[in-house]
């Protein structure tokens, strides 16, 4: 239980960063525009640092909005995934972390 919590908090500090890492990303374009689909790796974007097994990736996004969604390798009993969605500004889970 304790180190499901810690991974918990993993995944959600490093959606948190990567969501931060977007929006100056797209401040930083011209025209404006966030990151294109696909995973997020240290340094892409520009000011995002991932944590050792959290894996974050970006659903295409809108013109205005954008989401996230991140795993972690060590939490695999059902399979859990969070989401945060830029619209709302909040993370949400399909299930526990076991």
């Known amino acids: ?5 810690g991974y918990e908090t993993q995944v959600t500090s490093d959606l948190r960063n990567a969501a931060t890492a977007n929006e100056a990303w797209f ?3 011209t025209p404006s525009a966030y990151r294109v689909a696909g995973a997020f790796i240290t340094g892409t974007p520009p000011g995002f640092s991932k944590t ?5 990736t970006a659903a295409t996004p809108t013109a205005t909005t ?19 969605t830029s619209s ?11």
């Open 66 to 84: 954008f989401v996230l969604t991140a795993v972690h390798a060590k939490c695999t009993t059902g399979t859990p995934v969070w989401t945060f």
């Open 52 to 56: 050792a097994d959290v894996t974050v």
């Open 27 to 29: 401040a930083s374009q």
């Open 88 to 98: 709302t500004g909040q993370i949400t889970r399909n299930v526990p972390c076991t």
């Open 1 to 5: 239980a304790y180190r499901a919590r």
